[in-house]
């Protein structure tokens, strides 16, 4: 694994390039779970922002077997698309399906996007859920081939001022279907730590814009801390073609 520092960009970046994704997979959900141990013996309990798409659902797939306390686990989402609550393309359950039906989460810390009720609904009554946290303990994120993330989109508002609500309704999203709910920018970057898991040959130029300095959403997330980015290293291999 190769760690690339990116100091350059507002957001402060650390590249972590693996050979493999598989090899990625493994060191994501390590990560994860030296954070759930981290939180867990500071704080008692783990929040943690879950992330739609191919490669977090084989990391969840493969969290299933972990040793942990499941019972201090909270489980929230950075976006949900508005279909209904066992629509395969809900990320709620996708996570499930995957992992969050084979442990012993309790249900009520398991925090699904309402947004089966519409965009602007669901946007508010998530907002009331996750009020009461001041930080979560770590998101995860993906990368979309046009730059966004969650369901933050080019051209969209980002909601990246201090004074963004904490869950925005997205119409009109350039991928179906167009109503969602993501949690902001501002909302997202308010967490310990934040890991963007990146795999595909489709998000290169996606990454190239990134490490240039463009303003995609995922440049968005700015904690204080930083941000950690899991990458193939094909991906970075190939940004000068």
Same mark, same amino acid.
């Given at each position: 694994m190769a760690l690339i520092m990116n100091n350059d960009?507002?957001?402060?970046?650390?590249?972590?390039?693996?050979?493999?994704?598989?090899?990625?997979? =493994?060191?994501?959900?390590?990560?994860?779970?030296?954070?759930?141990?981290?939180?867990? $013996?500071? !704080? +008692? /309990?783990? =929040?943690?922002?879950?992330?739609?798409?191919?490669?977090?659902?084989?990391?969840?797939? $493969?969290? !299933? +077997? /972990?040793?942990?306390?499941?019972?201090?686990?909270?489980?929230?989402?950075?976006?949900?698309?508005?279909?209904?609550?066992?629509?395969?393309?809900?990320?709620?359950?996708?996570?499930?399906?995957?992992?969050?039906?084979?442990?012993a989460i309790p249900?009520?810390?398991i925090h699904a996007i309402p947004a089966e009720l519409g965009a602007d609904i669901a946007a508010a009554k998530y907002r009331q859920i996750v009020s009461g946290i001041e930080q979560f303990d770590l998101v995860l994120l993906g990368l979309g081939e046009d730059g966004h993330t969650a369901s933050l989109f080019p051209e969209h508002d980002l909601g990246n001022t201090t004074d963004a609500p904490a869950a925005i309704a997205v119409h009109s999203a350039p991928k179906p279907p167009s109503d969602r709910v993501s949690l902001s920018a501002f909302r997202l970057s308010t967490s310990r730590q934040v890991m963007f898991l990146v795999t595909g040959q489709s998000k290169r130029q996606a990454v190239k814009d990134w490490r240039n300095g463009a303003s995609i959403p995922a440049a968005a997330i700015a904690p204080d801390i930083g941000v950690e980015i899991y990458i193939e290293a094909a991906l970075m291999n190939n940004l000068a073609q």
């Open positions: 960009a507002p957001q402060q970046c650390r590249w972590h390039s693996y050979s493999t994704t598989a090899e990625l997979e =493994r060191a994501a959900v390590q990560s994860i779970l030296y954070a759930a141990q981290q939180a867990l $013996s500071q !704080r +008692e /309990a783990f =929040r943690i922002v879950l992330a739609g798409g191919t490669t977090p659902r084989r990391v969840y797939e $493969s969290l !299933r +077997e /972990a040793n942990t306390n499941w019972s201090a686990w909270h489980i929230y989402f950075g976006d949900e698309r508005c279909l209904p609550p066992d629509h395969a393309e809900r990320n709620s359950r996708m996570a499930a399906l995957a992992w969050l039906d084979h442990v249900s009520v810390q």
